[in-house]
T-cell receptor, first 114, second 115 residues
């Protein structure tokens, strides 16, 4: 079992460039989410999905797009990167209602926007 | 809206000693989950311990235990016999047991273990 797989692990962008952070999970989890981690601010929710075809905004959604066409994949798109989006990004998933509540994380992606 | 507060940005502990990390939360719900996650320098988020609010008994996992005070909305993590490998950032997190899957994280406490 690979769990939650994020790619790439590191990326450097120039302001205005676009890119997609990939996230895939092989645990058949209903819920998938994207967080960003910044020093002193903990993990903040960007977008989340409770199933294929269903997405919703989290705490800090501006500048990011998501889609969920399959149960397994939940890509995060930066349409026009800004220096304020320099951060570490985590994809995380959890099963449906009847579960332990644990959130399973990918290894994180460090993004630098110059 | 729920909030999670970790008031200690950084803590230090001597190897083999005991340390307690604090976490308080605010919610109007009666049923929820609480978690402590560890983030070592590798950046991977690792679940340390979880507590279900309806259970009065404090959760324990080997050297890790919690002091769950539901009325006070407090959820502290005690690490006994601290080891060098315990050095990491620790995050407290909350999740409702009903409806939403949203998790709310605290800002983290960086734990240093001194040899």
């Amino acid at each position: 079992n690979a769990g939650v797989t994020q790619t790439p692990k590191f990326q450097v962008l120039k302001t205005g460039q676009s890119m997609t952070l990939q996230c895939a999970q092989d645990m058949n989890h209903e819920y998938m989410s994207w967080y960003r981690q910044d020093p002193g601010m903990g993990l903040r929710l960007i977008h989340y999905s409770v199933g294929a075809g269903i997405t919703d905004q989290g705490e800090v959604p501006n500048g990011y797009n998501v889609s969920r066409s399959t149960t397994e994949d939940f890509p995060l798109r930066l349409l026009s990167a800004a220096p304020s989006q320099t951060s570490v990004y985590f994809c995380a998933s959890t099963p449906g209602q009847l579960n332990t509540g644990e959130l399973f994380f990918g290894e994180g992606s460090r993004l630098t926007v110059l | 809206a729920q909030t999670v507060t970790q008031s200690q940005p950084e803590m230090s502990v001597q190897e083999a000693e005991t340390v307690t990390l604090s976490c308080t939360y605010d919610t109007s719900e009666s049923d929820y989950y609480l978690f402590w996650y560890k983030q070592p320098p590798s950046r991977q988020m690792i679940l340390v311990i979880r507590q279900e609010a309806y259970k009065q008994q404090n959760a324990t996992e080997n050297r890790f235990s919690v002091n769950f005070q539901k009325a006070a909305k407090s959820f502290s993590l005690k690490i006994s016999d601290s080891q060098l490998g315990d050095a990491a950032m620790y995050f407290c997190a909350y999740r409702s047991a009903q409806g939403t899957y949203k998790y709310i994280f605290g800002t983290g406490t960086r734990l240093k273990v001194l040899a």
